[in-house]
Antibody
């Protein structure tokens, strides 16, 4: 059974940092690109970042480029999102999702984690 | 960047109705389109990939069609469990705006 479990969310002040993790199991993690998708309260889905299976290619939304860093540890089957210089508008539930099929950094996903809430507020 | 536009934003319908949601891409994405269903507090669920390929376990009342720039998701006979928000997503090419803005399907 495929499982993806996010952790690391919480309340942080503007300008602060957080590191999200997504522990995956039930599939060959290194064979799949992985993505982070977020959803602000009451809003739609917003793609944040994607990393290739090897970790050699990364892609970012313009809204987070230069502030967020996606990485993965295939030996631990874990995906990360380092978020720096956080802003109020980064407040959202962050989902990790697999890349079932991708074209460049654009993937669709058939497995999603349950999400972790990041709140940026003073 | 490719922009995805869904219509309508909100749709009111009754159990048993046939409903259609439209998703338009700002440029051709061939058939590289997925549809998701999301219920409050839950992660999205993949319904359809490659514009019309139904995922295993998804009821056959769901269907997708289209190619190029215009796509539709049709539910042939609404069931109580179908009231949710639906999103389209393109995966033809790297583009930040890959998701549509969503269509909330409400009970009339």
């Amino acid at each position: 059974e495929v499982q993806m479990l996010e952790s690391g969310g919480g309340l942080v002040q503007p300008g602060g940092s957080l590191r999200l993790s997504c522990a995956a199991s039930g599939f060959t993690f290194s064979s799949y690109a992985m993505s982070w998708v977020r959803q602000a309260p009451g809003k739609g889905l917003e793609w944040v970042s994607t990393i290739s299976g090897s970790g050699g290619s990364t892609y970012y939304a313009d809204s987070v480029k230069g502030r967020f860093n996606i990485s993965r540890d295939n030996s631990k089957n874990t995906l990360y999102l380092q978020m720096n210089f956080l802003r109020a508008e980064d407040t959202a539930v962050y989902y990790c999702a697999n890349g079932r099929a991708c074209s460049g950094g654009s993937c669709y996903s058939d497995y999603w984690g349950q999400g972790t809430l990041v709140s940026v507020s003073s | 960047d490719i922009q995805m536009t869904q219509s309508p934003s909100t749709l009111s319908a009754s159990v048993g109705d046939r409903v259609t949601i439209t998703c338009r891409a700002s440029q051709s994405i061939s058939s590289w389109l997925a549809w998701y269903q999301q219920k409050p507090g839950k992660a999205p669920k993949l319904l359809i990939s490659k514009a019309s390929s139904l995922e295993s376990g998804v009821p056959s009342r769901f269907s997708g069609s289209g190619s190029g720039t215009e796509f539709t998701l049709t539910i042939s006979s609404l069931q109580p469990d179908d009231f949710a928000t639906y999103y389209c997503q393109q995966y033809n090419t790297y583009s930040p705006g890959s998701f549509g803005q969503g269509t909330k399907l409400e009970i009339k």
